[in-house]
């Protein structure tokens, strides 16, 4: 499939009041202007990656929404985790062979790590 035949199908499967922020800097590839035409622009509108670029916003009133936010994605991103571990140790139970790729894919060094 050519790149614009996926990106067209993509687009049809993204509901249309779905704010994804477009990054205009480049494609994802990383090799040319991205196309954000008619999609919000990710760093100067949907940009909350840190807590200073909320406090930057003239008129932010954050208050704790910043550490409240993180909290919340670090809760659910360590039960995605979790769920995905014990679905691979019970998809791969011979041999050791799920704790190997759980161990795989916590280390930086898998080979060296993961006997």
Request: glycine content about 6%; cysteine-free.
């Given at each position: 499939?050519?790149?614009?035949?996926?990106?067209?199908?993509?687009?049809?499967?993204?509901?249309?009041d779905l704010a994804t922020g477009c990054y205009p800097d480049f494609d994802s590839a990383g090799v040319k202007a991205a196309d954000c035409e008619g999609r919000?622009?990710?760093?100067?509108?949907?940009?909350?990656?840190?807590?200073?670029?909320?406090?930057?916003?003239?008129?932010?009133?954050?208050g704790d929404n910043f550490r409240r936010a993180t909290a919340g994605a670090t809760a659910e991103i360590t039960r995605q985790w979790n769920d995905f571990r014990v679905e691979l140790l019970a998809a791969y139970p011979g041999h050791g062979r799920g704790a190997q790729m759980v161990c795989a894919l916590v280390h930086d060094d898998p080979a060296a790590a993961c006997p």
């Open positions: 499939m050519k790149d614009a035949d996926w990106t067209r199908e993509a687009r049809g499967r993204v509901p249309a919000v622009a990710h760093n100067r509108t949907l940009n909350k990656d840190t807590a200073a670029s909320s406090r930057a916003r003239a008129g932010a009133k954050t």
